[in-house]
């Protein structure tokens, strides 16, 4: 699944196209140059206000309940969160790195989330995005790029941003469960940041005492 997310990513080749190489020498200044200029274009892609048309549906909580679960649901928006503000531009990536939403579960006993059976459909049903199990899905072009001006020596906060990536991974929700209340927020990478959005459906599903079990919300 990890591979398959990364894969997807849209901005990753956006600078690692000709920058690649093995540590060694310092580049030359002509390479250096061409670097500096493909990280800025990576970080006027990825690290600025994305420009993109939100979805069309409402921002406000949803609720859902089934056999002892009952669950809280609400879309944000990677440029207005806490966890991704910065001086200069957003943390670590605008609102092309996914789609994401607050949740909150409960149950009669424990609860786990199970990311690879949630899913997102936007407009139409099928064709659904998958959630991703883990943070770091939404950080690899953000690493790369600060892996790349270090060894082009062009000198970038992409490090530094990478290494205050915390508090969104804290904020992130783990697949383990073992409580009966958990809460984060989980996300959904997509290709086609640009597409115009109307309608959301989210299948958010949790594993219980009992098994697997679906909770759905719909945003119209």
Not at 14 to 33: H, K, Q, S, Y
Not at 169 to 195: N, P, W
Not at 197 to 218: I, P
């Amino acid at each position: 699944m990890v591979q398959r997310a990364l894969q997807n990513l849209l901005f990753a080749g956006l600078f690692l196209t000709g920058c690649v190489r093995a540590i060694g020498p310092i580049p030359a200044a002509a390479d250096r140059e061409q670097g500096r200029e493909r990280l800025e274009r990576f970080a006027d892609a990825w690290l600025q206000p994305a420009k993109v048309a939100p979805p069309t549906v409402s921002f406000d909580a949803q609720l859902a309940e089934a056999d002892g679960l009952t669950a809280r649901a609400r879309l944000v928006q990677a440029e207005t969160q806490e966890w991704n503000r910065w001086p200069d531009g957003l943390r670590l990536f605008n609102n092309r790195g996914g789609y994401f939403f607050e949740v909150e579960i409960a149950g009669d006993g424990k609860v786990a989330w199970v990311p690879g059976d949630t899913q997102l459909e936007r407009n139409d049903p099928g064709e659904p995005l998958w959630a991703s199990g883990e943070p770091d899905v939404f950080l690899f072009p953000l690493q790369q790029a600060a892996i790349h001006s270090s060894m082009l020596v062009v000198d970038t906060d992409f490090p530094e941003r990478a290494r205050a990536a915390g508090p969104f991974r804290s904020a992130y929700l783990s697949a383990r469960g073992g409580k009966d209340h958990i809460s984060g927020l989980i996300g959904f990478q997509t290709e086609d940041a640009h597409r115009h959005v109307v309608a959301m459906r989210l299948t958010l599903a949790v594993y219980t005492d009992e098994g697997l079990q679906k909770l759905v919300f719909d945003w119209d």
